[in-house]
């Protein structure tokens, strides 16, 4: 009888997943270095070592640093969508289906609620929240591909809401003002999270503080919906 064999995984799939998470490790790295020292200040020198690897691993993997860079970039707007691709999703197809004012300011609620969870997420997520202030004040290689994937759209579907909300199809000059207002309020509890935390005398954005904070999206909903 033939001896019986271990089975093992093909060496070209080990090699993938091998290579996929050095690349994961230096997108990580290199998050954190553009983040605090913008594109022009970061080195590929200094993210390969914080990544531990070497300098050809980044040339093979990115080409070079703006290569590197635009990754970062793709990689937040993949992550976001991971996050809240479906209740962006749902949101879009209750706007486009003619939803009624009170499904549109229920879908904004959820929007917003969901917007906040994922810029108060954990230090991950802090470092992806300084790549995009940096870019955002410094224009960079990635400004249009983050413009066109994550920021755009996402202040597109606030402001249709809003319209949705008084009743109304297209989304004027001034629900865009206010589809940004309230975005920007939520990234206090991004990148300037500690500064928020202590104004607030918290500790932490634990369940009960995102508990609090979500009723007062509720609040800022109300306002921004009434019809006048």
């Given at each position: 009888m033939a001896e019986a064999h271990a089975i093992e995984a093909p060496p070209r799939r080990a090699g993938y997943a091998k290579g996929e998470e050095t690349r994961a490790a230096?997108?990580?790295?290199?998050?954190?270095?553009?983040?605090?020292?913008?594109?022009?200040?970061?080195?590929?020198?200094?993210?390969?070592?914080?990544?531990?690897?070497?300098?050809?691993?980044?040339?093979?993997?990115?080409?070079?640093?703006?290569?590197?860079?635009?990754?970062?970039?793709?990689?937040?707007?993949?992550r976001y969508y991971e996050h809240a691709g479906p209740v962006a999703f749902q949101a879009e197809q209750a706007v486009r289906a003619g939803a009624s004012p009170e499904d549109c300011r229920a879908c904004l609620r959820q929007v917003l609620r969901m917007l906040l969870r994922v810029f108060a997420g954990a230090d991950e997520a802090q470092a992806r929240g300084a790549f995009v202030e940096r870019e955002i004040r410094e224009r960079g290689?990635?400004?249009?591909?983050?413009?066109?994937?994550?920021?755009?759209?996402?202040?597109?579907?606030?402001?249709?809401?809003?319209?949705?909300?008084?009743?109304?199809?297209?989304?004027?000059?001034?629900?865009?003002?206010?589809?940004?207002?309230?975005?920007?309020?939520l990234l206090a509890f991004h990148a300037g999270r500690d500064v928020s935390l202590s104004i607030l005398g918290w500790a932490e954005l634990d369940a009960a503080a995102l508990s609090r904070l979500d009723l007062v999206i509720d609040r800022l909903v109300a306002g921004v919906c009434a019809r006048v």
């Open positions: 230096v997108i990580a790295a290199a998050l954190s270095e553009f983040g605090a020292r913008g594109y022009a200040g970061a080195t590929t020198r200094k993210i390969a070592e914080a990544a531990g690897v070497t300098l050809p691993v980044i040339a093979y993997h990115f080409g070079g640093k703006e290569g590197l860079y635009r990754a970062c970039a793709q990689d937040i707007v993949a290689p990635a400004f249009r591909l983050l413009y066109e994937g994550l920021w755009k759209p996402g202040a597109d579907l606030v402001a249709r809401l809003i319209a949705g909300a008084q009743d109304r199809d297209a989304a004027t000059a001034d629900d865009r003002a206010a589809a940004l207002m309230l975005i920007s309020s």
